[in-house]
């Protein structure tokens, strides 16, 4: 009986006991606290937010499968690197070491998974005519220049939402004929050559009706696209005067000097050497003269010299502040992002809207093209042989296709797709990659 009484006493003491000591391990648990056996130390945890395309893949952390719908929110996460796994069948699976630190969320967003995709041919070319494409910016228009016979082009314009050819025009020209973008918006120029003339011909890839040519004995010396999104014009220099050319009129401007551009805001700068002056008093001083313009707007300027870009950012009185340089004339405007991407053979950099340039990249494949794929950053590297998905904010790569490229590439965002020409197998022609 005795033992009886000490032995319930005994499991009575081992119950409050057990009690005292679980229950602030418990309340510590469910209020968000993990001890880290390597540190000894107790600390609050984090939160894992997982937002990504398609919204059915499968997400695994350190190889468990997480139950639930994408988008995922995970609180109570013991801070530390975790292997995050995201896949889905017919795409790419997704792979990242992410950090959750103490009392933070880290979130994944803004990932569309790579579609596991073979490209299509959509138009062949068996008598290898087309020589070159050139898309624009918008990625819904290719421009295909083929040759016929000597001397002899066509340039037809390739719609990528329907994947339909229109033939846009035949011209004689004694050289290549030159397509040139409107990298801000679907408005193209060709220029052709003959004996001592260069027509220029402006289109509305959209409505091909509309078009303006202009006829330039000798070449003009310069031209520039308007700057400004909602003037689309071109302008060209020519025995000393300046003018701008549109779907509706061709205008002189004035006079120029040897160094000219038209600023976003329409004002005309001309200068000489390094230094550039408005009409209304304006004056910048550059730290060389520019060879070409390509940006211009009241906070700063984009010039290139030689083999480099130059950035000067510019004070409000317009006095140059600092000059960035980069060793690279490929440059790129990404118009969701409002930056400027500029890559050299093993290099890319970004130049932010606010003015600081980053870098994204440094890789041992030769970059010959970049492309943005989407409205977030998502980027298409174009190499020899290679088309590479690259996401800069999470620094995760993933080749596309490996083959031959024989041609820069264009990009439909709405529609997903790549497009190229290519030989795959027996197979010549234009191409187009879902992604």
């Not at 510590?28 to 000894?40: H, Q, S, V």
């Amino acid at each position: 009986m005795t033992l009886n009484l000490h032995f319930r006493r005994s499991i009575m003491i081992g119950l409050i006991t057990a009690f005292f000591l679980i229950s602030p391990a418990v309340i510590f648990y469910t209020a968000g606290y993990r001890y880290d056996f390597a540190t000894g130390e107790i600390k609050e945890t984090g939160v894992l937010s997982i937002d990504i395309l398609p919204n059915t893949a499968t997400v695994h952390i350190n190889e468990v499968k997480i139950n639930g719908k994408i988008p995922l929110y995970l609180p109570n996460r013991a801070p530390g690197t975790y292997l995050i796994r995201i896949s889905q069948p017919g795409y790419q699976s997704w792979e990242k070491d992410i950090t959750i630190e103490s009392k933070k969320t880290t979130y994944l967003k803004n990932i569309s998974l790579f579609k596991d995709k073979l490209p299509v041919a959509v138009y062949q070319d068996e008598e290898k005519k087309i020589i070159s494409l050139i898309p624009a910016p918008s990625g819904q228009y290719l421009a295909l220049v083929s040759q016929i016979e000597k001397n002899l082009y066509e340039i037809e314009l390739w719609d990528t939402t329907i994947n339909k050819p229109n033939s846009l025009s035949r011209i004689i020209s004694y050289k290549t004929p030159q397509i040139h973008w409107w990298n801000r918006g679907d408005l193209l120029a060709i220029f052709s050559y003959n004996s001592n003339q260069t027509t220029i011909e402006l289109v509305d890839a959209a409505d091909q009706q509309k078009s303006k040519s202009l006829t330039a004995s000798p070449a003009p010396e310069a031209w520039q696209w308007s700057i400004n999104p909602a003037v689309p014009e071109l302008y060209l220099s020519q025995q000393g005067s300046i003018y701008s050319l549109s779907l509706n009129q061709k205008e002189t401007i004035g006079k120029t000097k040897k160094t000219w551009v038209i600023a976003g805001d329409g004002i005309l700068w001309q200068g000489e050497k390094n230094i550039l002056e408005s009409p209304t008093g304006g004056k910048i001083t550059l730290d060389s003269p520019p060879q070409t313009i390509i940006d211009f707007s009241n906070q700063r300027l984009i010039y290139q010299v030689d083999n480099q870009t130059k950035i000067a950012i510019l004070a409000e009185d317009q006095r140059v502040e600092k000059t960035e340089s980069l060793l690279t004339t490929n440059l790129v405007y990404n118009p969701a992002t409002t930056e400027w991407l500029a890559w050299s053979d093993w290099e890319l950099w970004t130049l932010y809207p606010n003015h600081t340039l980053g870098l994204l990249s440094r890789g041992s494949d030769k970059i010959n093209q970049v492309i943005p794929l989407d409205e977030h950053g998502l980027l298409l590297l174009r190499t020899d042989n290679k088309l590479i998905g690259f996401n800069p904010g999470y620094y995760t790569s993933h080749t596309l296709f490996t083959g031959e490229i024989l041609s820069p590439v264009g990009v439909n965002q709405t529609n997903r797709k790549i497009f190229f020409l290519s030989q795959v197998g027996q197979i010549r022609g234009l191409f187009e990659l879902e992604y």
